[in-house]
């Protein structure tokens, strides 16, 4: 793990509560936007219960963290680029935890939405998130109509076809599946979306920043593989074992816990290096870094279910 100045560490606990406090204000202010009217009262309020309380909002987080090295010059614009990306992350898991996909009961420690407001009310929920998303940047275009237009075209890239989080999970009913390719779509492409949505919204190019993003992805899909199979149901929130359990692509069958750990070291090794030169180069690498150390799980061996050491070798 590379090591960043002590004194870039010691604002990094004021620079997160501002962070977080910036992020639920904007999200909130999006979500107005599908509220009142004539709306359904079950759908509208639909639409926040999906959305709250928020996991680690670490989409939007790093989205800002990126805009704000890059100098920020349109915070507006970069309040709804980070509300539009974490509604899409969140229609993405209303959709995923639909009995035709994961089937899931539980997530972040609560009802699916499927299972509190019935499964037709859940996939109008996603889909109205996906679409408030893009009226969200279309609204903010007021700030900066070209930047705007361009953060429109990097989010649509990274949820559809061909390489977004929709072609991640029609990766899941291939019968042959490059992983690699899954991971970059399914969990990378929200992360690429990002990196370089923080620097488009602060006018510079995106292009620079897709490494990050990609490693970042990538990374935190190996980890999410490894405590789907390292943890239990009440540790992670929502369902455990559920790669194993609906055949999905995963680190940690393909190389077991052992390999996967390895793989994820190898991925953040490299994410620190692949940040562009930009003023706020250094603050952005230590939060990184925090990021990478919170994101390698560490087991207890009692946590570690019995089919995860079959996984092994």
Not at 147 to 157: E, N, Q, T, Y
Not at 190 to 211: K, R, S, V
Not at 278 to 288: D, H, N, S, T
Request: aromatic fraction near 4%; hydrophobic fraction near 45%.
């Amino acid at each position: 793990m590379i090591y960043i100045r002590v004194s870039v560490f010691l604002d990094m606990k004021g620079l997160g509560m501002a962070l977080d406090t910036r992020i639920e204000a904007a999200v909130a202010a999006a979500l107005r936007i599908g509220q009142g009217g004539d709306a359904p009262p079950r759908l509208a309020s639909a639409l926040p219960y999906a959305v709250n309380p928020g996991g680690a909002r670490i989409r939007p987080t790093i989205l800002i963290s990126v805009a704000l090295a890059c100098g920020d010059n349109r915070p507006r614009l970069t309040d709804a680029a980070a509300a539009a990306l974490e509604l899409i992350h969140c229609a993405s898991l209303v959709h995923d935890d639909l009995p035709c996909f994961d089937d899931a009961d539980v997530r972040r420690g609560k009802a699916t939405v499927h299972r509190a407001y019935s499964e037709p009310l859940a996939v109008l929920a996603g889909d109205s998130l996906i679409v408030l998303a893009f009226d969200v940047l279309a609204q903010a275009g007021t700030e900066d109509a070209l930047r705007a237009l361009g953060l429109v075209r990097i989010l649509a890239a990274r949820t559809g076809m061909p390489g977004g989080i929709c072609a991640g999970q029609g990766w899941e009913s291939e019968t042959q599946v490059d992983l690699r390719a899954y991971h970059r779509a399914k969990t990378g492409a929200l992360f690429i979306a990002a990196t370089q949505m923080g620097a488009q919204a602060a006018g510079q190019d995106p292009e620079p920043w897709t490494e990050l993003g990609a490693r970042i992805g990538e990374a935190f899909q190996v980890a999410d593989d490894l405590r789907d199979a390292l943890f239990d149901a009440e540790t992670l929130g929502k369902p455990a074992g559920q790669d194993m359990v609906h055949a999905r692509p995963s680190a940690v069958t393909q190389m077991g816990v052992p390999g996967a750990m390895r793989h994820l070291r190898d991925i953040l090794s490299g994410a620190i290096a692949s940040i562009p030169s930009c003023p706020g180069e250094a603050r952005l690498a230590a939060m990184v870094n925090a990021y990478a150390e919170r994101m390698t799980p560490v087991a207890p061996a009692h946590s570690v279910p019995a089919h995860s050491a079959a996984m092994r070798t």
